[in-house]
Nanobody, 121 residues
Framework: VQLQASGGGLVQAGGSLRLSCTAS????????MAWFRQAPGKEREFVAA????????YYANSVKGRFTVSRDNAKNMVYLQMNTLKPEDTAVYYC???????????????WGQGTLVTVSS
């Protein structure tokens, strides 16, 4: 499966953005999906994950209550709605696919190109 993240940009603190991840090739419904991010000078970190049927979601504590992950299997799309953004959310965001929601929270088998989110104070 090939993944492509989009929707990043520059936003003021307190604002919102919605990231999208387009899957092509093998249908994304075969995989659990996750979002990760990597800030400048920092290691990549887990942000959110969603199971194949959307019944289970996981979030990093730092984004819980502000970010929402969702998917539309008919469109092979995964989304990350980001609200109440903070400067510390600034990072390149990546979508990833894996065989289970547990495994994809640690690492993905497939990765997309990232999309840059910059939150100004």
């Amino acid at each position: 499966v090939q993944l492509q993240a989009s929707g990043g940009g520059l936003v003021q603190a307190g604002g919102s953005l919605r990231l999208s991840c387009t899957a092509s090739g093998r249908t994304s419904s075969t995989y659990s999906m996750a979002w990760f991010r990597q800030a400048p000078g920092k290691e990549r970190e887990f942000v959110a994950a969603i199971s194949r049927s959307s019944t289970t979601t996981y979030y990093a504590n730092s984004v819980k209550g502000r970010f929402t992950v969702s998917r539309d299997n008919a469109k092979n799309m995964v989304y990350l709605q980001m609200n109440t953004l903070k400067p510390e959310d600034t990072a390149v965001y990546y979508c990833a696919a894996g065989p289970s929601i547990v495994s994809v929270t640690r690492n993905g088998d497939y990765w997309g190109q990232g999309t840059l989110v910059t939150v100004s104070s």
